[in-house]
Structure formats: structure tokens, C-alpha cells
């Protein structure tokens, strides 16, 4: 019975934690920026601290030497210190601010400078966390003869919990309730969690040996037949971490080309991650019941990952070409991620088992340490691969090749379990016939942007360029009557006319409204056709900021409807994050637009709420304008943009058939000379004649509605905030049958001119 209330006890530390993970995740890119290398480091800064208090878990066992009291304790700390992260972190972004001019824009200075203070501000809460498992292994309810089953028991629910925790805020709490008090969830959760902790403390004698009916050592119906030495076994763990890291990036690079790229695909494969670790590691809980050549075992399980890592890629690939219902997003997952999940969720504790075989049953401290570093282990190899998954696997190799060579260190753990075990010659032969069905699988292992392109974009379309960048993966598409930009598998921007015209008024409209533009900023770079049309202004200073590189190689192949922008000499571009631009470069702008974002792909949710848009209000000059693509949408959605944009630009107008909304300072004034003064050059006459502005009365005609209506439109209600992105997260919105009707939404355009 107490064993199942710490199991249900440490089911809760896991919810608390992924709810934690996903919430600093997304505060932190409010900072960092959501480039790959900032999340990298507040991955690795979150690992760290795991790491760090698995580590130090056997001092603090040693020096209280009451494992439950320590688990109660590090629990409620845990929510108390989660609770301060927010507040932390503004202290911490006004320190980033500080630093950020003095790095001159170095990436290793400022990925060093995110590191620091993402380690600083997650630091305790990460730590106490790292602590709980090693700490619980050094308790009497888990000690003894049936240790190795009850640490995996610990390690399964532990994950079970976290998968509810990533789909319970994924899918429901930060939209439903938002960040903050999803903060206070999760810390009333700890804190509960710790305070039963210690009442069951109190009736646990944990001075007591553990009950075992060889108290010095595994009984011999347990004890393995065979252990590797301690370092083989860190190897197996580490090259696991590493692997399990680096397969989660490239296996979430490769599902975005099958599944659209919205925040809850994205928390449909973390679960499908979780969900089967948590299914291992409770097989490992009943099969270490009974004796087995563990290290045996757990070649066979690595040798066994290697070919699944291919064989469902394989499957996936094959069964969503041909049609099959894998294009769903539990099933997709199901379908790449599962299979070897549940090995990882396997092997974990057969390792611990096989490194704790010779440990005293009585000696907490020693257990909590072989534990804490194991796991400490793994988490260091989580490290590694995270960041070579990111940076060199998929950048280098590409997702299918990166797929590979992960099998294939897989295989190669497997190799040092076999080469020292006393049935080497069998076990060797076993290690042939997987290495042989191995190479048959490699040469089977589909591209998946091919796999993907043929149903999602249709036969028509060609690939004939593509780069697996850091940032993005980025391709583009050709067919017989346009030629088309993709980004992870979604459609970003094409050649035809009406997208070229849509694009190119995103840039005109301000330029052309704005007296005298000197400075101009563009976020986003797309095919370039926005900023390019900017650059015809002559005279005006272009800053064009990209998140990712492979766009920016990727714009040239649309040099034919961009004005050829990346060689205009007023245009600068910048590979940066847009907001985290806006939040520290200080500078100001007469023109500030945007590339046609969508509000409701993952991360885009940053770009659309009352935070940003007031970094895009005190980035303008006084007299400046702000563009913001909205576009036809659902009702409850386009009312929660506009009310927003509303709600910091009380002067906004409307324009474009409801598609564009104008920022301003102050109440818009417009003077039919503007335009004459503008066509008078003959590059900006040209360039408007392109978009078919040719005169006043087509300006006229694109004005849509002014302030008043617009706010009439939509009336009262919430905002979109950072802490509730509810476009973003808009399956908690409520679903409308209706489509979006605008035609109440008109106004004079007599009430802006002069």
C-alpha cells in the first residue's frame, strides 16, 4: 500500500514536471527568441540542472539519511521555485538586454550569455527535480531484492506522469487557463505531492535495513548471471541519452512534413515519446521479476532499436504514400516514434539494474549515488544529442541519413554489451544477422520530403532545391505554372499573381501611406516579394529580419517577383528571431511590416499578442505605421487579432477586403497629394502599377473600415496575450460553423483624409 501511494506520489512529481518544461520552454523563447539555438540552450540549461542534482542526490541522502523527507521537501521546493521562475526571469531579460549590445551580435557570445542565465533562473527548481529520483531509490520502500522491478515501477509512472503533464498543457491549460495559473497548478501539485511525502515518512522507518531476504546483496534468483563492467554500462546509458535526444529532433523534423506544424502536433510526439518510455519502463518493472541474462537482454533490445528506428520511417513513409490514415497526428506518431519509445522505456532500467547488481541493500547513500550518476549519465548524453541533432546531424546529413547513423549507434552500444560477455561467439552471430537486416533497411528508408511532397502538394509539383538548415527545413517546388516555397511542409509563398500582389501590398500599403519613410522593417522574409517591394522606395533604409538562413538561400530563386532583394543595396537582412529583434535592438522604424504569418503554427502565437504588437508600437517613430497581415479566418479568431491589434493601435484602420490592418500613433490623416508625390518616380510608379495601385481612387477603394467600426465588429472580450496565445492554441476557442462576414464592416474613407 505505502509503495503505491510513493508510486501515485512520484506519478504527480512527473506532471508537474513536463507542465513546468513546457511552460519554461515557451517563456523563454519570449526572451531568447525561438531560433534553434536559443532553445537548444535552454534545453541544455533545463538538462543541466536534471543532471546536477542527480549527481549531488547521495550527499544529501548521506547527510539527512531519511529518503522520503528529502523527496517531501525537494517537492515542495520544487513548486515553491517554479512559482519564482517568472519573476526570475524578468530580472534575468533585463540582464540579457544588458549584455545583448555588448556581445556585437557573436552567436558563440550570445548563446553562452542564454545559457548562463537559463541555467540561473532554472536553476533550483531543475536541480530539486534531478534530485527525486536517486533520492527515492535510497528509500526502504524501494531498497531490496525486488529494487531493480521498483526503480523501473518509479521510472514508468514518473513518465506516465509526464506524458499527462505535456498533453494536459499542450492541449488544455495554456489555453484554457493560461501560463500563470498553469504555473500555480503545477506548484499546488508539488506542493501536495511533498506534504504527503512526508506524512508517509512518518510512518516509514527508513533507519531500518530494507526488507530482503539477503540484506547484503541481490538475492541469487535475482542477481544477474553476468554484469558488465560499471563503464560499459555508463557507455550503453550515455550513447542512449544521446541517441533518444538527437532521434526526438530529427523525428520531429521529419513528422512536419507529414503533419502541419501547429503547437499540438508538436505535443502529440513528445507524448507518443513519453507514452513509450512510460510503456518500457513498465514492462522492465514486470519483466525483472525474473532472473534473465540481463546484459544479454539489453544487447538484444539495442540491437532490436537500431532496425526499428528504420523499419518505422520505413512504414511510415510506405503507408502514407499509399493513403493510409498514418497522416493523422496520433497515428503518425504512433507510427515513427512508438515502437522504438517503448525500447528506450526498456532499457533505462536493465541498466540500472545490471549497475546496482553488486550494491549493499543497506546503504542508501550508495545507491542514491550509482543511481544519480547513471542517470546523470544519460541526461549528459540527452546533451550532446540535442545539440548534435540540431546542429550538425540534420544540417549535415539530412533527416534520413541522421535516421541511419542513429540506428546505427545504436547497434553499436549493442557491440560493447556483446564483446565482453561470456556468450560473445552467439550473441556476435545474432550481432551479424541484425547488421545484415540492418543495410537492407538503410537502403529501404524513404526521403520523407518525398514521401510526404507526392500526397500533401500533389504530383505536379517538382523539388529542385532543398536545404535541412539548423533553423528549418526549406524547399522549393516547381511545376509547370508556378514555382512554390515550402518550410517544414507548409506552403510559405509561390510566383503566382495573386500571391505576388497579396505580398506586395503587404510592403506597398505603409510606404505608400507614410509621407516619408526613411527606415523601414520587415519581419520575415518568405520569396521575398514584401520586402522587396519596399526596397522600391528609393531613399528608404530596408531592414529585413529572417529566422532562418535556408530562407534567405531559398528567396533567390524567386529573384523574378522580389525586385532580386537580396542584391538591392538599401536592403540588410538579418537571420534573427523578429521579436527578440525588436526587443533589444533598439532601434525605430517609420515603416514596420510583416511576411504573411499564420497565428495558428506553432511558435507564431509570439507574433500576434498585446506584447508584441507594444514592442511593434514603441519600435515606431512617432509619426510611424505598422502593418499587420490578419486575413479571413475563423470569427472568433479574426476578432481576437483585430481586438488586440485594437487594444494597442486604438487608431488602427482596415484595409484590403478585411485583409489588412494599419497601426498608427496617432489618428490617420491622409492627403490625396501623397500619392501623386510617390507615382512621381518612376520606380515606385512602376512598382505600384505592378499591384495595380495607379491612382487615389484604387487607394480609396482598398480602405475598408476605420477605428470605430472595427471595434464595433468585434466588441468586448479577451485579448491575446503571451500568457494565453489562444490563436495559437485555438482548440480552446469555440468552434464556428459560420464563415466570417464582413460585410457589416465598412466606413467611409472620407473620415481618414485630410
Known amino acids: 500500500m505505502r509503495l503505491a501511494i510513493l508510486l501515485l506520489l512520484f506519478f504527480g512529481s512527473g506532471v508537474c514536471g513536463l ?16 531560433t534553434v539555438y536559443a532553445a537548444s540552450t535552454v534545453l541544455a540549461a533545463f538538462m543541466a540542472g536534471l543532471a546536477t542534482g542527480s549527481v549531488i542526490a547521495d550527499r544529501v541522502v548521506a547527510r539527512v539519511r531519511r529518503p522520503l523527507v528529502v523527496f517531501g521537501v525537494a517537492e515542495i521546493l520544487i513548486g515553491v521555485s517554479a512559482l519564482i521562475t517568472p519573476v526570475a526571469l524578468d530580472a534575468a531579460t533585463g540582464l540579457y538586454a544588458r549584455l545583448y549590445p555588448l556581445t556585437g551580435g557573436s552567436l558563440p ?28 531509490s535510497a528509500s526502504t520502500l524501494v531498497r531490496g531484492s525486488s529494487f531493480g522491478r521498483r526503480v523501473s515501477a518509479l521510472y514508468a509512472v514518473n513518465t506516465a506522469g509526464a506524458v499527462t503533464g505535456a498533453v494536459l498543457t499542450g492541449f488544455y491549460l495554456i489555453g484554457a487557463i493560461g501560463m500563470q495559473n498553469s504555473f500555480l497548478l503545477g506548484a499546488s501539485i508539488n506542493v501536495a505531492v511533498g506534504v504527503v511525502a512526508l506524512v508517509l515518512a512518518g510512518r516509514v522507518d527508513e533507519m531500518a535495513p530494507a526488507a530482503s531476504t539477503l540484506p547484503e546483496t541481490l538475492s541469487s534468483r535475482a542477481r544477474p548471471s553476468w554484469t558488465p563492467s560499471p563503464p560499459v554500462i555508463a557507455a550503453v546509458v550515455g550513447i542512449s541519452g544521446l541517441v533518444a535526444l538527437a532521434l526526438e529532433i530529427v523525428w520531429f523534423r ?11 502536433a508538436f505535443t502529440t510526439m513528445l507524448a507518443t515519446v513519453l507514452a513509450g518510455i512510460a510503456i518500457g519502463g513498465g514492462l522492465a518493472a514486470r519483466l525483472l521479476r525474473t532472473p534473465r541474462d540481463w546484459a544479454a537482454a539489453l544487447s538484444l533490445i539495442q540491437m532490436a532499436a537500431s532496425l526499428l528506428v528504420l523499419a518505422s520511417a520505413i512504414f511510415l513513409g510506405r503507408t502514407y504514400e499509399a493513403g493510409w490514415r498514418t497522416g493523422g497526428e496520433w497515428q503518425a506518431s504512433a507510427a515513427a516514434i512508438l515502437p522504438v519509445a517503448v525500447l528506450m522505456g526498456l532499457a533505462f532500467p536493465i541498466a540500472l539494474h545490471l549497475a546496482t547488481a553488486a ?18 549519465v544519460n541526461v549528459v548524453g540527452a546533451i550532446l544529442g540535442a545539440l548534435l541533432g540540431g546542429f550538425l546531424l540534420l544540417p549535415l546529413l539530412g533527416a534520413r541519413r541522421a535516421l541511419i547513423v542513429m540506428g546505427a549507434l545504436y547497434g553499436a552500444s549493442a557491440l560493447l554489451l556483446v564483446w565482453g560477455h561470456p556468450a560473445r561467439p552467439r550473441l556476435l552471430g545474432v550481432a551479424g544477422v541484425s547488421a545484415v537486416a540492418f543495410g537492407f533497411l538503410a537502403v529501404e528508408v524513404p526521403d520523407p520530403f ?17 536545404e535541412e ?23 510559405q509563398a509561390n510566383d503566382t499573381p495573386e500571391m505576388v500582389r497579396l505580398h506586395r501590398i503587404i510592403g506597398h500599403l505603409p510606404m505608400v501611406l507614410h509621407p516619408a519613410p526613411h527606415e523601414a522593417l520587415v519581419i520575415g522574409l518568405g520569396g521575398g516579394a514584401t520586402p522587396g517591394a519596399v526596397s522600391q522606395y528609393p531613399g528608404t533604409s530596408v531592414q529585413v529580419v529572417e529566422l532562418s538562413e535556408s530562407v534567405r538561400k531559398a528567396a533567390s530563386f524567386f529573384a523574378h517577383v522580389n525586385y532580386d532583394v537580396l542584391n538591392q543595396p538599401n536592403v540588410r537582412i538579418r537571420v534573427d528571431d523578429g521579436r527578440n529583434f525588436l526587443t533589444l535592438s533598439g532601434e525605430t522604424f517609420d515603416v514596420i511590416t510583416a511576411d504573411i504569418i499564420q497565428p495558428v503554427h506553432a511558435g507564431a502565437g509570439n507574433l500576434y499578442s498585446r506584447e508584441y504588437f507594444s514592442l511593434v508600437r514603441d519600435a515606431l517613430e512617432d509619426n510611424g505605421l505598422a502593418l499587420q497581415w490578419i486575413g479571413h479566418r475563423e470569427p472568433s479568431q479574426y476578432a481576437l487579432i483585430m481586438r488586440t491589434f485594437l487594444d494597442v493601435f486604438p487608431h488602427a484602420t482596415l484595409w484590403f477586403d478585411g485583409n489588412l490592418m494599419l497601426g498608427s500613433i496617432h489618428p490617420l490623416h491622409l492627403d490625396p497629394a501623397t500619392i501623386r508625390l510617390k507615382r512621381a518616380n518612376p520606380v515606385i510608379a512602376q512598382a505600384l502599377d505592378d499591384v495595380g495601385l495607379t491612382s487615389w481612387d484604387v487607394l480609396a477603394s482598398w480602405y475598408t473600415a476605420g477605428p470605430d467600426a472595427m471595434r464595433q465588429f468585434v466588441g468586448a472580450g479577451p485579448l491575446l496575450t503571451d500568457d494565453r496565445p489562444l490563436v495559437e492554441y485555438h482548440r480552446s476557442l469555440p468552434r464556428s460553423d459560420r464563415p466570417l462576414d464582413l460585410s457589416a464592416l465598412r466606413s467611409d474613407f472620407s473620415e481618414v483624409v485630410q
Open 19 to 34: 507542465i513546468y518544461q513546457v511552460l519554461w520552454l515557451r517563456l523563454l523563447a519570449l526572451v531568447f527568441g525561438v
Open 109 to 136: 557570445v550570445l548563446t553562452a550569455a542564454r545559457l548562463l542565465t537559463g541555467f540561473v533562473v532554472l536553476l533550483v527548481p531543475t536541480i530539486l527535480m534531478g534530485m527525486t529520483l536517486p533520492v527515492l
Open 254 to 264: 521529419t513528422l512536419v512534413q507529414y503533419l502541419t506544424a501547429t503547437t499540438y
Open 359 to 376: 550494491e549493499r541493500r543497506d546503504a542508501p547513500a550508495v545507491l542514491a549515488r550509482r543511481v544519480g550518476r547513471l542517470y546523470a
Open 450 to 466: 518525398a514521401a510526404a511532397s507526392a500526397r500533401r502538394h500533389g504530383q505536379d509539383l517538382r523539388e529542385f532545391w532543398r
Open 469 to 491: 538548415g539548423v533553423q528549418t527545413a526549406v524547399s522549393v517546388h516547381a511545376s509547370q505554372f508556378r514555382r512554390s516555397l515550402y518550410m517544414d511542409g507548409l506552403h
